[in-house]
C-alpha cells in the first residue's frame, strides 16, 4: 500500500456526507476526465513567483483535490498552484486529481530576456474535438516575457496558454501578444473523418433541480459512433454547465444546451427549478452495527424519494455508549448498546449500535528477521486463523511525525484517513484490498519501497474486518537495519568523451576496480548535488526525513528507478551517452555525473564520485 499525508480527515467526512441523503441512482460516480494547466510553459526570474490555474473536467468530478509536485524542488517549488522560482534551470510542474495530470514547464533564469520576434504559421487546420498546442516561434528562444493569447471566436476555437480547442466548424483568428510584438493565425475547424449520417438530440426540453446531475441523450448515425466527438456548449454556465453530455443545474434559471456533432447541431432546452420532495421513508444502512471501543464509522441514511433540500437529524439514545453527528458518523465511546435515529420531515430509521472491548495483541506474534543493510523478511503468526487484520511498517521518524501531525498515539487513524481519501464509495474496497488472514510472511522491501541502512522502522499491526471496524488494539515492534557495509577496494575512474555542447550530447567511460561490485549510476544537474552536499556539511538533518542529506538525496534517486530494470545497478566497465538518462536532452546545462558503490545487501559501500560533465 502506497501512502501520502492526507487532508483533514474530518474536511473529507463533510466532503462524503454530503451526499449521503442521495440515493444510489441518482448518485452516479461522476470520474475525473481531465485536468488542465492555465500555461504549459513559465518563464520567471530568481525570486518570482507565479499563479498556475487548473480546472477538472468535468466540473461535477467526484474527486477536486489536486496534488501539486515540483520535479526538482530546488529549481522551482509549488505550492497549491503558486509557483516560486529558487535557482536558474528547469523543472516540470505537475497538476495530479484523480489519476489524471499534466505539467507545466517552468524555466528559471538570472534575468528577463525580452522578445524580439514572434510568428505563427499562416494557417493551421484542427478537427472538431481536437486539443493541440500552438505552433509558434519565439526570437530568443530563450526569452522570458509572457504571451499573451486571445481568440476572435471562442465558440469555434478557445485558446488558454497556447493551448487551442476546437468545439464546431468554422474559421477564427488566434493572436498572440508579447510586448510590442503581435502575430495571428488562421484555425480552420473541419469536420471529424468519421462519415456521420444523423445526429439529434432525443429531449429538446428537460427539467432539473439546483444540483441536480443528468445526462443529455443523443442518437447518432455514424460508420464509426464511438469516434464521433461532440463538442457541446451552454449559453447560461451560471444556470448550466455541460461536460460530455453530463449537465448539472447551478441555480433556478433558464440555458440552452448545443451539441454539435460533425455538420449537425442540435439544442436543449433546460430549465432549473427548486424541487421540494415530499419524504415518503428513510432509511439506514446498515441497520445494526458493531464497534469495538474507540473505533467508528459512518453509516448512510437514504430517503425515499430523494430530498436534497431538507436536513437530516441524528440522534443517539446513550451517548455514553455511542454518538453520532450531523453526517451520521457514528463514535464507540463506551462498551454496551443503544440506538441511533436519522429524522427528516417527521419520518425516522434506527440502527442498533453495539460497542465491544478491543481484542488484546497477544493474538500476534510479530517479528523482523534476515536483516542486512537494506534487506529483511517480515512474519506474522496469528492464534484464530479466521482473524483478518492490517499490516505494515514505517521509518521511525516517519511513524513519530505522523502521530503528532495526528495528534494521536494511534497509527490507525492515519490508516483510516488515507483508506477514506480513495473515495466515498471506495474506501472499504481499498481498505479490504490490504487485509491479510493467517500467517503471513512477507520481504521488508514489499512495504517498504527501500530500506535504508542503519534506519530504526517500527512495524505494526492490527485486527480489522471487512467494514471497517478495528477488532484488537495496535501491536508495534521496532527494529534496525544493518550499518552499511564499506568496500574499501573498490574505486571508479570516470572520464567523459566526444563532449559536444551544439548537440547536447556526451559519452562516458565507468571504470571500477573490482569488476564483481555493483554500483549505481545518475546525471543531475550541479546544484541538485551541491544542495545536499552543503546541508550535509551543515549536519542540517530537518527536512531530510531524520537521515544525512547525502543519503536522503540518494534515497530519492533510488525511489525514482525502482520499478524500471528491476533497479539500475551495474556492474563492470559502462559506456554510456547522453541517452542513456533522458531520451529528449535538455538545454546543456552544468551537469554532473554521479557515481555510487551500492548492492542490495550491503547498502552503500563507497564515497561519491561526481564527474562534471560539460567543465
Known amino acids: 500500500m502506497r501512502k501520502s499525508k492526507m487532508k483533514d480527515l474530518w474536511f473529507y467526512l463533510l466532503a462524503v456526507l454530503m451526499a449521503v441523503g442521495c440515493s444510489p441512482k441518482s448518485d452516479p460516480e461522476v470520474p475525473v476526465e481531465e485536468v488542465r494547466l492555465s500555461e504549459h510553459k513559465l518563464t520567471l526570474v530568481i525570486g518570482e513567483t507565479a499563479s498556475l490555474r487548473a480546472s477538472v473536467s468535468p466540473q461535477n468530478a467526484d474527486t477536486q483535490d489536486l496534488l501539486w509536485k515540483s520535479e526538482d524542488a530546488a529549481i522551482a517549488s509549488v505550492a497549491e498552484g503558486e509557483v516560486k522560482a529558487l535557482a536558474e534551470g528547469e523543472t516540470f510542474v505537475k497538476a495530479e486529481v484523480g489519476g489524471k495530470s499534466t505539467v507545466c514547464l517552468v524555466r528559471v533564469v538570472k534575468k528577463h530576456i525580452a522578445i524580439t520576434g514572434l510568428s505563427l504559421p499562416e494557417t493551421m487546420d484542427m478537427k472538431v474535438g481536437d486539443v493541440r498546442v500552438a505552433d509558434i516561434t519565439i526570437a530568443p528562444a530563450d526569452a522570458s516575457e509572457p504571451i ?18 476546437a468545439y464546431k466548424v468554422g474559421t477564427t483568428r488566434i493572436t498572440a501578444t508579447a510586448g510590442k510584438f503581435t502575430t495571428s493565425t488562421t484555425v480552420r475547424v473541419k469536420p471529424q473523418d468519421v462519415v456521420i449520417e444523423g445526429f439529434t438530440i432525443v429531449e429538446k426540453k428537460k427539467t ?15 460508420d464509426r459512433p464511438k469516434d464521433v466527438e461532440i463538442a457541446w456548449t451552454s449559453n447560461n454556465k451560471d444556470v448550466v454547465t455541460v461536460e460530455h453530455g453530463r449537465i448539472t443545474g447551478h441555480k433556478v434559471g433558464k440555458a440552452v444546451i448545443t451539441a454539435t456533432a460533425g455538420k449537425f447541431t442540435e439544442t436543449c432546452e433546460v430549465e432549473v427549478v427548486e424541487k421540494h420532495v415530499a419524504v415518503e421513508s428513510i432509511s439506514i444502512t446498515p441497520a445494526a452495527i458493531e464497534l469495538t471501543l474507540g473505533q467508528g464509522l459512518l453509516v448512510k441514511a437514504t430517503t425515499e424519494p430523494m430530498n436534497l433540500f431538507e436536513p437530516i437529524t441524528w ?51 510479530l517479528k523482523v528477521t534476515d536483516l542486512t543493510a537494506t534487506e529483511g523478511k517480515l512474519s506474522v503468526k496469528v492464534k484464530n486463523p479466521d482473524m483478518t487484520y492490517y499490516v505494515y511498517v514505517l521509518p521511525k521518524h516517519k511513524y513519530e511525525k505522523t502521530l503528532a501531525e495526528f495528534g494521536t498515539d494511534d497509527i490507525s487513524e492515519y490508516d483510516f484517513a488515507f483508506w477514506k481519501d480513495q473515495g466515498k464509495a471506495r474506501w472499504l474496497e481499498a481498505l479490504r484490498m490490504d487485509l491479510i488472514k493467517g500467517n503471513h510472511e512477507v520481504n521488508l522491501d514489499d512495504l517498504v519501497r527501500f530500506p535504508m541502512w542503519d534506519t530504526e522502522y517500527v512495524a505494526y499491526c492490527y485486527g480489522l474486518d471487512e467494514n471497517g471496524v478495528k477488532t484488537t488494539e495496535t501491536l508495534t515492534y521496532s527494529f534496525r537495519t544493518q550499518p552499511r557495509v564499506p568496500n574499501n577496494n573498490l574505486t571508479f575512474k570516470v572520464t567523459i568523451d566526444e563532449l559536444d555542447l551544439d548537440a547536447k550530447e556526451f559519452a562516458a567511460t565507468i571504470v571500477p576496480s573490482d569488476n564483481e561490485a555493483t554500483y549505481y549510476i545518475s546525471l543531475q544537474q550541479q546544484n541538485f548535488f551541491d544542495f545536499y552536499f552543503n546541508e550535509s556539511e551543515a549536519g542540517n ?35 554510456i551517452d547522453r541517452k542513456f538518462f533522458v531520451p529528449k536532452p535538455y538545454k546543456f546545462k552544468k551537469y554532473q555525473l554521479m557515481v555510487v558503490g551500492l548492492d542490495r545487501k550491503n547498502g552503500r559501500t563507497t564515497d561519491i564520485t561526481r564527474v562534471l560533465v560539460n567543465p
Open 208 to 222: 432539473l433541480s439546483v444540483g441536480e446531475v443528468s445526462f443529455v441523450e443523443t442518437e447518432i448515425k455514424a
Open 315 to 365: 440522534k443517539s439514545d446513550d451517548e455514553k455508549i455511542a454518538k453520532v453527528n450531523q453526517y451520521g458518523f457514528v463514535s464507540s465511546v463506551a462498551p454496551g448498546e443503544t440506538m441511533i435515529h436519522a429524522t427528516i420531515a417527521g419520518k425516522t430509521a434506527d440502527c442498533k449500535v453495539r460497542v465491544m472491548e478491543k481484542g488484546s495483541t497477544d493474538v500476534f506474534e
Open 148 to 165: 499573451v493569447w486571445t481568440s476572435e471566436d471562442e465558440n469555434i476555437v478557445s485558446v488558454q496558454g497556447g493551448e487551442l480547442t
Open 541 to 575: 538533518k530537518e527536512g531530510h526525513e531524520g537521515w544525512d542529506p547525502v543519503d536522503h538525496m540518494l534515497w530519492k534517486l533510488f525511489l525514482g528507478d525502482i520499478g524500471v530494470d528491476a533497479f539500475k545497478l551495474h556492474k563492470g566497465t559502462l559506456k
